[in-house]
């Protein structure tokens, strides 16, 4: 490189805070040096917002009438169908000092109706269901056991979830305890049942998980460098020695992911950073050193092969498609794989769960059928009793509670009283849907009262609807928000207190009136 190209470097490298060693590591070991300065433009300008619509709660082409009603612009994310580019919104949606698009104040965000996730993060659950994500598909879904190996703060999780409909059984391992109560958040946002939680080490998995599983997704702990679009700090301090520390925890998790693999089961490894090192070294790595066979991702979507590398990984950069850089490979296990199963017949969790007596589960059914016109419990789902509260467990909870400690599983469904039942917010968020009765429509203010912990006003509306006195379900725009109590003049509000939001604000400009 010419002391011109060196200056010329320093300008554009200060503007975007990237070091200077990145920039010759890179060029040295993945950036060509035609793509030089598209990679150095791309990583200055901010990244475009994307969200997914979670098809559990919303459809697709409902989701697209309710941007049009909203002006909110969306354009096809290619490798993912529920995956949309938000191109522009209204003022009213955008901050008034930055001009960022504020979608996680619409009431549709914390409804559930979509996740606010990157592009290229919706990358590693399409190349782990291929069969599942691609466009017009109609595949037969059977039940699966799926692990994400390190999952908060969920936006694969909840995709994953949505890819199978809700059958299945996901194990989300997570090590840090504060990041897995913000993944049990937004599992219960995006009313996600079927995921059975862990808090591990993901490296001691594997001994007790070996070939479990029927798909395995790592998203592994890496160094970020594909982030700066979104935190222009990530490449401003970069050094090799972490990148290779971190390469070293990378290579321990995904020899672990392909262990808990069933023969004939799939592996997707993936991370937002760009070196090899963390990359196509730790793929390498598992190839080396098990039976791992390599999925080529060339056919993933139209247009891979612009990120496609020699060996059949996806090396996305932030200029390929205007995104986060992410690096995506897919390894299968042959069917003749050897697997060692651990085998126990204790439960591994300190609390105990009984099974329903008849008494009190057809009280359950005989209640949410006659009050909610819910009948439609989940069958080969497991439901248990633990004192008062009713659970309801994905189907392998049972086995695999017998091999590692949970952190939570399931959802609680309801407490039960000689007398009477009382339902939970988890309910209502993953089958409030289902329910034909006791259902009320309230307005956007409204909804923001109830987010607020407020009870609501009864309207007149409301009191001629035929409710029966007790439990309802509030909706917006024709979605559960949350749970109510219908008290004479009023609807007592039934929101758990850590999710009310004191400072809500729900502005929509004109189209609130």
Known sequence: M??????????????????????????????????LELFIEACGRPLRKSIRVNTLKC?????????????????????????????????????????????GNLPQHIQGLFYIQEASSMLPP??????????????????????????????????????????????????????????????????????????????????????QFDYVLLDAPCGGEGTVRKDPKALQHWRLDKVLEISELQKSLILTGYRCLKPGGRLVYSTCTLSPEENQQVAAHLLENSDAQLTDLSNLFLGADKAITEEGY????????????????????????????????????????????????????????????????????????????????????????????????????????????????????????????QKVEVSLSQAEDYYKGRNLELLPSVENAGLKQGEVILLHGNHPIGLGTLQKNKIKNQLPRDLVRDQIKFTLGEKSN
């Open 314 to 437: 996806l090396h996305v950069l932030p200029h390929t498609y205007d995104s986060e850089g992410f690096f995506v490979a897919a390894f299968v296990k042959p069917d003749t794989a050897i697997t060692t199963h651990y085998q126990s017949s204790k439960d591994n969790n300190r609390v105990v769960f009984e099974g329903l007596s008849k008494p009190v589960k057809q009280q359950l059914i005989d209640y949410y059928t006659s009050h909610f016109g819910w009948n439609s419990f989940p069958k080969g789902w497991d439901i248990k009793q633990r004192d008062k509260e009713i659970w309801l467990f994905p189907t392998d909870d049972p086995a695999l509670r017998k091999l590692v400690r949970f952190n939570r599983s399931g959802i609680k469904l309801a407490e039960i009283y000689p007398n009477k039942i009382r339902s939970t917010h988890e309910f209502v968020q993953c089958f409030g849907h289902l329910g034909e009765l």
């Open 126 to 211: 399409s190349a782990l269901l291929p069969h599942l994500s691609a466009a017009g598909a109609q595949p037969n879904i059977k039940e699966c056991r799926v692990l994400d190996l390190a999952a908060a703060p969920g936006s694969k999780t909840t995709q994953i979830a949505a890819l199978l409909n809700g059958i299945g059984t996901i194990l989300a391992n997570e090590l840090s305890a504060s990041r897995v109560k913000s993944l049990y958040a937004n599992l219960v946002r995006c009313g996600v049942a079927n995921v059975c939680l862990t808090q591990f080490d993901g490296r001691k998995l594997a001994e007790r998980l070996d070939g």
């Open 59 to 103: 459809r697709i082409a409902e989701f697209l009438s309710i941007a049009r009603e909203l002006c909110i612009e969306l354009s096809p994310v290619p490798w993912c169908q529920q995956g949309f580019w938000v191109d522009d919104c209204p003022a009213w949606l955008k901050d008034s000092k930055t001009g960022e698009f504020q979608l």
């Open 2 to 35: 010419n002391h011109q190209n060196e200056s010329e470097l320093s300008q554009h490298t200060s503007s975007v805070n990237i070091s200077a060693d990145f920039l010759q590591h890179a060029q040295a070991s993945f950036l060509p040096s035609d793509q």
